[in-house]
């Protein structure tokens, strides 16, 4: 090869080279005085196009933790013993509403409720009566309502009793020659015996009064009789009744004679 042809080679490509290095500086130059301004840019755009933080959702509570939802019916005002506890409370009665009543004299006899009465249904069966069973609780009075004037003869706080149906009840009367006397058990079955309330009227001075049972030192405000057996009644001026059966013991073949006296007003068993 020629010198002049080698000479004008090397100067091509020394040209080359410097026109490369010339563009990779401008290159450079531009790129930096350019990325400053577009990462400020960015940043700007990325703040404003964050969304606003919001909280976690709370995690759900275990199922231990979880208080169980109460029972359907309304809170009742009574302390929940014995088989309240089984009660569900359906709706609120009145003040004065009437759960038995009979005709006695010029008057009637009336168990009414002196406040707020709570009226449900057994939620379980048991001896006090079937699953759906009515119940009523109230502050209850028995009282002997002549004209508009009410004579209290007896108070029954907090008193619960269960029945089939809503019907009113009704006093058993049972006479007697000096005496009508009525009877009233508002719980229907209890698989111990019924508990009857009693009250007399005295015939001759028309007195109206409660009465209790002496059976020799012991006074009881209630008579307890059998559920199966038949209903006390009148046998010769004494007050017949049949005594409730235990579990495992022979029934009684004979009932419990009670002699009605109305001076200590009370029937004294014989």
């Not at 049972?174 to 058990?185: D, P």
């Amino acid at each position: 090869m020629s010198p002049i042809r080698s000479t004008l080679r090397i100067r091509a490509a020394g040209a080359l080279l410097s026109l490369g290095l010339l563009l990779g500086c401008s290159s450079q130059a531009a790129s930096g005085t350019a990325t400053p301004a577009a990462e400020s840019t960015a940043a700007a755009l990325s703040h404003s196009a964050a969304p606003t933080p919001t909280a976690s959702p709370a995690a759900p509570e275990t199922a231990s933790a979880v208080t169980p939802a109460a029972p359907a019916g309304l809170t009742s005002q009574f302390p929940l013993k014995g088989i309240a506890g089984s009660v569900i409370v359906d709706s609120l009665n009145e003040k004065g509403t009437i759960r038995a009543r009979s005709a006695a004299g010029q008057g009637e006899l009336l168990m009414i409720a002196s406040g707020p009465e709570e009226r449900g249904h057994l939620n379980v069966p048991s001896n006090d009566g079937l699953e759906g069973d009515q119940t009523y609780q109230a502050d209850y009075s028995i009282v002997y309502r002549e004209g508009k004037q009410d004579q209290v003869l007896l108070k029954l706080p907090a008193f619960l009793f269960v029945q089939p149906s809503d019907r009113v009840l009704e006093f058993a009367a049972v006479s007697f020659k000096g005496a009508e006397v009525y009877l009233l058990a508002p719980q229907y079955k209890s698989g111990h015996g019924l508990v009857a309330y009693a009250f007399a009227m005295d015939k001759g001075s028309g007195e109206v009064f409660p009465l209790s049972f002496k059976q020799g030192e012991y006074v009881h405000d209630t008579l307890v009789y059998s559920e199966i057996q038949p209903a006390p009644a009148n046998q010769n001026e004494q007050l017949a009744v049949h005594s409730p059966e235990g579990a495992g013991t022979d029934p009684e073949l004979k009932p419990q004679m009670y002699e009605l006296d109305l001076d200590k007003r009370q029937f004294v068993a014989q």
